[in-house]
């Protein structure tokens, strides 16, 4: 990490003596990259209008695109769905501009994710299943999970249970393989399914392997979802002592 600041700081002083507009966006971009979840959400947002600003004038299409998907994702994070939605167009739209199928997909899962927070669920799973018929292309695969997942999401909200499955079971089949880091999320989907559909017992075994899943990993912030879904299962299958583990 210490190595990475360094790189950045010298980074941001060639940028700001060569006075190169595409270098301080590429600056300015990498610096909200690092500090990504360890700065204040406005100060990461101030760093990538700031890159934006002097994309805009560098005509680089790959860092504007680049700039204004992460802006989205940090707006989505405070809540501020309209700029985000305008933030994710103008990504989706430099992205168009590359030609690009790696940027486009990942613009379009982005831009996905904010629609879903409107309640746009058509619109959104358009952008999920263009995302995903690149993704398969390209194999990538965490942001494969990602996709299938909120593809599982979305159904299930919208009550669409046999497609709900379809992709949670998806998501379980490709993490196992292909990215088990996203595996705790996997379990935690087929869990969810079974739990909405009051199957009690088909849901267990899924807990059971999101609990061992998340004390391995860092999704252990929503294991107090998975003990407080056991319980209640416990409780009303009559088992108060495996109830009170939780």
Do not use: W
């Not at 590429?26 to 204040?40: E, F, M, P, S």
């Not at 990942?106 to 904010?114: C, D, E, M, V």
């Not at 746009?120 to 999970?145: F, G, M, T, V």
């Not at 399914?193 to 075994?205: C, E, G, K, W």
Request: hydrophobic content about 35%; proline content about 3%.
């Amino acid at each position: 990490l210490k190595d990475c600041d360094l790189f950045l700081t010298e980074q941001h002083r060639f940028a700001e003596k060569s006075g190169n507009a595409s270098s301080l966006a590429y600056a300015y971009y990498n610096t909200a990259i690092r500090n990504y979840g360890q700065l204040a959400n406005d100060s990461i947002i101030a760093l990538l209008r700031t890159g934006i600003s002097y994309a805009e004038k560098g005509g680089q299409p790959l860092y504007r695109s680049k700039l204004y998907r992460t802006l989205a994702q940090a707006l989505e994070l405070s809540g501020e769905l309209e700029k985000a939605s305008g933030a994710a167009q103008q990504s989706e739209k430099n992205a168009r501009l590359l030609n690009d199928d790696n940027e486009i997909a990942k613009t379009s899962l982005a831009y996905g994710i904010i629609l879903a927070r409107t309640e746009k669920s058509r619109e959104a799973l358009q952008k999920y299943y263009a995302a995903i018929d690149i993704l398969e292309k390209l194999k990538d695969n965490r942001s494969l999970a990602v996709a299938y997942n909120a593809v599982g999401n979305i159904h299930l909200k919208d009550l669409n249970y046999d497609r709900c499955r379809e992709y949670y079971q998806r998501n379980l089949d490709h993490c196992k393989k292909s990215y088990p880091p996203y595996l705790p999320t996997a379990y935690l989907g087929l869990a969810t399914y079974y739990y909405t559909l009051n199957f009690p017992d088909s849901a267990l075994p899924y807990y059971d392997s999101a609990e061992v899943a998340m004390s391995q990993s860092v999704e252990y912030t929503r294991l107090p979802v998975v003990y407080s879904n056991k319980a209640t299962i416990y409780y009303e299958k009559n088992i108060p002592d495996s109830a009170e583990l939780y």
